[in-house]
């Protein structure tokens, strides 16, 4: 009984602090956005709209408090700035978690989340990328141009959720990517999320998510690879880490 109560508790007041976000948080943003662009560079802009998009997120993240608390870990120390972030990813919220990177980034999406009205917007002018629109050659030069600016790349390679703590396999653009530009991976392992809220359901649970970044895999590593083995050594290494995470509860 007492489960139930806090479920509903939690739904009650995330979805009621999502509308208020919704209607209050994001056009305050955009106006701020606005207001302040005629006195910086494109370059500087792009930085803006990628950090209040990463202020949104977070304020949706809090919106589960207490009931649902996120924490992020870094066993290997801080990771580097420009890298290709490699997710698992098992619910929805997983996106919003891109909130909790120190970077400044851009998320690699399906077609989606570009047509959420006015964030879908902003997702494109924060320069997204969409491997579902992009032929395989532009999204590669997109997301090189991207990480020669010092932006990371940040993606989930399942495609789609997983709804569970199985991990499903990997598609291979990231890492395409990676042997193109020589750019790290930083694998990032997310635990909990499977159930805030579970696949095919709006209803979040209480519970505790986890990011656990790993130690970057460099070029010396992974140069004489195919992309096929790459991205087959950092699933692995990721599932490792996730069963150890999750069987140390």
């Known amino acids: 009984m007492w489960m139930r109560i806090q479920i509903f508790l939690l739904n009650l007041s995330f979805y009621t602090l999502l509308i208020c976000i919704m209607l209050f948080e994001v056009p305050l943003l955009i106006v701020a956005g606005l ?5 910086f560079s494109w370059r500087k802009n792009l930085r803006n709209v990628r950090e209040l998009i990463k202020m949104y997120g977070r304020s949706v ?27 698992n990813h098992r619910a929805t919220s997983d996106g919003f978690l891109i909130s909790m990177f120190s970077c400044e980034g851009i998320q690699v999406v399906n077609i989606w989340p570009f047509k959420i009205p006015v964030l879908g917007v902003f997702a494109k002018l924060a320069g ?16 090189k141009t991207l990480l020669d600016e010092g932006v990371s790349v940040i993606g989930f390679p399942e495609g789609t959720r997983a709804g569970s ?24 392992c997310i635990s909990g999320s499977e159930r805030i809220p579970q696949k095919g359901s709006v209803v979040l649970h209480p519970g505790k998510i986890c990011l656990r970044f790993l130690e970057p895999i ?7 690879m195919s992309s096929f083995k790459l991205k087959k050594y950092v ?6 880490e996730l069963d150890r995470m999750e069987n140390t509860e």
């Open 165 to 188: 703590r199985i991990m499903g396999p990997f598609h291979g653009s990231l890492f395409r990517l990676a042997l193109k530009t020589g750019a790290p991976i930083v694998p990032v």
């Open 35 to 39: 207001i302040v662009a005629p006195f």
């Open 128 to 143: 997204y990328l969409s491997v579902r629109e992009l032929s395989p050659e532009e999204f590669l030069r997109r997301a």
């Open 61 to 87: 993240l809090w919106a589960g408090w207490p009931w649902v608390r996120v924490c992020a870990e870094y066993p290997a120390g801080k990771p580097p700035k420009a890298a290709i972030y490699v997710c």
């Open 235 to 240: 699933r692995e290494k990721m599932a490792t």
């Open 218 to 224: 460099t070029k010396e590593t992974f140069a004489s």
